[in-house]
């Protein structure tokens, strides 16, 4: 099961949180859940590149609240908040003109990903950006793997690359790992993340320090 399970909804609950919170009923709920998802695709499809995160929502009867955790604010943020005033403005008409639910009160918070080497999206994103930029895909999942565990606060990461690599005629599976990634232990901090690059769909793992003992250091030295 360990392969089956979405390591991030496995461990709901436990270490993570959801990334929609709000409650609803009947009718609401739909409208409520139909507004995250293509918020969600608009944002992922227009930040594309500024090394995205999370997006997470919460929201009641009266307000909405976005939370953008991103490696790159600065790029969002703009000179002076023009970018992040832009974006709020972009998001508000998206909105508007799909008539999907939005609380009077609105407000969109960016945050950074203060260690971009341990967050699973942000890495997929580096090697997508890689492979967009025609480098050997080997050299690609080779030096992100070494960035990655040079952080300290990172146990093992896995990186999976599936398609025509390399422009060849025949899809073929390349896979990499170093460290350890326990699945099933669910107080494990392993993080996941899933990006295309072109047609080449990329899969991460990340297994992080946080929730294990300090015997487990030991393990990495």
């Known amino acids: ?41 608009y944002l992922e499809k227009k930040l594309r590149g500024f090394y995205v995160g999370s997006i997470e929502i919460e929201r009641n009867e009266k307000s909405f609240r976005l939370i953008i955790k991103t490696a790159r604010p600065g790029m969002i943020i703009g000179r002076s908040g023009d970018g992040a005033e832009k974006l709020r403005n972009d998001i508000l008409k998206f909105m508007t003109k799909r008539k999907l639910p939005l609380g009077k009160d609105f ?27 025609r480098m050997p895909f080997r050299r690609v999942i080779k030096q992100t793997i070494d960035k990655v565990m040079a952080n300290r606060d990172v146990k093992g990461v896995k990186i999976f690359l599936g398609g025509r690599l390399g422009g060849a005629e025949m899809a073929r599976n390349e896979e990499l790992k170093k460290g350890r ?26 297994q992080k320090i946080s929730h294990e003992t300090g015997a487990s250091r030991q393990d990495r030295q």
């Open 181 to 206: 990634i326990p699945l099933q232990t669910l107080r494990a901090d392993v993080d996941f993340a899933r990006e295309k690059a072109n047609v080449i769909p990329k899969k991460s793992k990340i």
């Open 107 to 133: 407000k969109m918070d960016i945050e950074e990903i203060r260690s971009p080497e341990s967050n699973a999206a942000v890495v997929a994103d580096m090697v997508a950006e890689g492979l967009e930029k």
């Open 1 to 41: 099961m360990t392969h089956i399970v979405h390591p991030y909804s496995h461990r709901l609950g436990i270490i993570r949180d959801w990334k929609s919170r709000w409650f609803s009923v009947d009718k609401k709920y739909r409208e409520f859940l139909k507004g995250d998802i293509m918020l969600r695709e």
